[in-house]
């Protein structure tokens, strides 16, 4: 694992570096908020339930889809700036709830909120759901969106319709495309989980072929690129991936040697359907050289990070010496 540089940028100016954070307690947002308190911002951190505020994030309860309480609590916090990541996340039910739409139009009340308050830069999340994915490399400005999915379609309209607000009141938008993210805290139906957790339990993992290849980020590198955007004058879509081709089954062939278990792997899945490309990944080029992001966490290392988190929830030993693989871990 690369080493992190410990310096942290001033406040431009005199003006105020208030920065709202929708989503805050989530899998992404949980590691996005320490980057923009390390980066010097004051952070006020929105959560559907009351939490207490410390000395680098004040805590506030909010329900989205309550206008009225939107409006009150950007009026009271007057943020310069806004990173939105709330969204539903329910594993296996996103990718075509109603919900959706419900989202999309809290998503597009928020954004004029926080302009009508003042407000100057948003960074909101996306995904590659909304692009073309008969198509890769993925690019921001090249690849037609054509999501197929109502989470993808909600998305691609949410950027269509902020982008729009933007042009019209002068604010600044970045809009982050994740691609596969993985690492502690995420739901445990999600691939990593699924196959190192009957592992650590003794169990079989049955998997299939994983011949198809996806873009896969460890999270803590994700929440370091959103906040390094954020901080960042891009505007427009950026991807947030590795950049990195890689084969399901060399990810799972990783999760079983972390968690000490290749033996239990049982390639008896029927094969996919065909529903899904054979590769999805990004093309980081904006990302690196533009925003100046790299990952700083191997592949291997952030597998390992990640099962010895699922072993530890699982009150088992870690099997790796302190400090092999830079572990680093969160309660989600």
Not at 23 to 45: D, K, M, Q
Not at 76 to 92: D, F, K, Q, Y
Not at 240 to 250: D, M
Request: hydrophobic share 40%; net charge negative.
């Amino acid at each position: 694992m690369r080493q992190l540089p410990a310096t942290v940028p001033d406040s431009v100016g005199d003006s105020p570096r208030r920065v709202l954070v929708t989503g805050a307690t989530g899998f992404i947002g949980s590691r996005v908020v320490p980057n923009l308190v390390r980066l010097g911002y004051e952070v006020h951190a929105v959560t559907r339930t009351a939490h207490a505020s410390d000395g680098a994030v004040h805590w506030h309860p909010l329900d989205l889809f309550d206008p009225i309480a939107t409006n009150a609590l950007i009026r009271a916090v007057e943020p310069t700036s806004l990173v939105h990541l709330a969204w539903i996340t329910r594993h296996g039910m996103f990718w075509h709830a109603d919900e959706n739409q419900a989202w999309l139009e809290a998503s597009v009340n928020l954004a004029r909120v926080f302009s009508d308050n003042g407000g100057r830069r948003m960074t909101v999340a996306g995904t590659c759901a909304e692009y073309d994915w008969s198509r890769s490399p993925m690019t921001e400005d090249g690849t037609p969106l054509r999501p197929g999915t109502p989470y993808g379609t909600a998305k691609a309209q949410a950027f269509e319709r902020l982008s729009s607000l933007a042009e019209q009141r002068g604010l600044e938008l970045a809009w982050g495309r994740v691609f596969f993210v993985f690492g502690p805290g995420e739901q445990a139906g999600r691939l990593v989980p699924s196959v190192a957790c009957p592992l650590l339990d003794g169990r079989q993992a049955h998997v299939g072929a994983g011949s198809q290849r996806r873009d896969f980020l460890y999270v803590e590198d994700l929440g370091r690129a959103l906040a390094m955007l954020h901080d960042s004058q891009v505007t427009g879509a950026v991807n947030l991936a590795s950049g990195r081709s890689v084969r399901v089954t060399e990810v799972v062939d990783l999760v079983a040697r972390a968690a000490g278990r290749p033996d239990l792997i049982v390639h008896d899945r029927p094969p996919a359907d065909g529903s899904e490309p054979d590769e999805l990944v990004a093309d980081v080029t904006k990302l690196r050289e533009v925003v100046g992001f790299e990952p700083a966490w191997e592949l291997g290392q952030a597998i390992e990070a990640t099962v010895d988190w699922w072993r530890s929830r699982a009150g088992l030993k870690s099997t790796h010496p302190a400090g092999e693989s830079g572990t680093r871990g969160s309660d989600g």
